[in-house]
Nanobody, 121 residues
Framework: QVQLVESGGGLVQAGGSLRLSCAVS????????MGWFRQAPGKEREFVAA????????HYADSVKGRFTISRDNAKNTVYLQIYSLKPEDTAVYYC??????????????WGQGTQVTVSS
């Protein structure tokens, strides 16, 4: 089993920044492609960003390109999501996800419990 624990969420003003972290345990971290998803109130969960096992390639939803950066530290078993220029529409629960393949697919194998990000206008 793989355990994912997110942290770093909170309440922030529009225009501010946050860095979310996801600590992974249970299996070799470098075996897993990682990603971030989010779910806003009343909406379905949506893809935000993904990074390959090696960290050599990243992919972003169009809505966050240029403001969000995903990265990973395989030595620390942690994946990060740096968020800049936060907007009220970024308000959501952010989930970390893992899948044992080179690139994250549509149905990750493992999910974290989520961390709340609230952006005030």
């Amino acid at each position: 089993q793989v355990q994912l624990v997110e942290s770093g969420g909170g309440l922030v003003q529009a225009g501010g920044s946050l860095r979310l972290s996801c600590a992974v345990s249970g299996r070799p971290f470098s075996n897993y492609a990682m990603g971030w998803f989010r779910q806003a109130p009343g909406k379905e969960r949506e893809f935000v960003a993904a990074i390959t096992r090696s960290g050599s390639s990243t992919h972003y939803a169009d809505s966050v390109k240029g403001r969000f950066t995903i990265s990973r530290d395989n030595a620390k078993n942690t994946v990060y999501l740096q968020i800049y220029s936060l907007k009220p529409e970024d308000t959501a629960v952010y989930y970390c996800a893992a899948q044992q393949r080179t690139r994250l697919g549509a149905s990750p194998d493992y999910w974290g419990q989520g961390t709340q990000v609230t952006v005030s206008s």
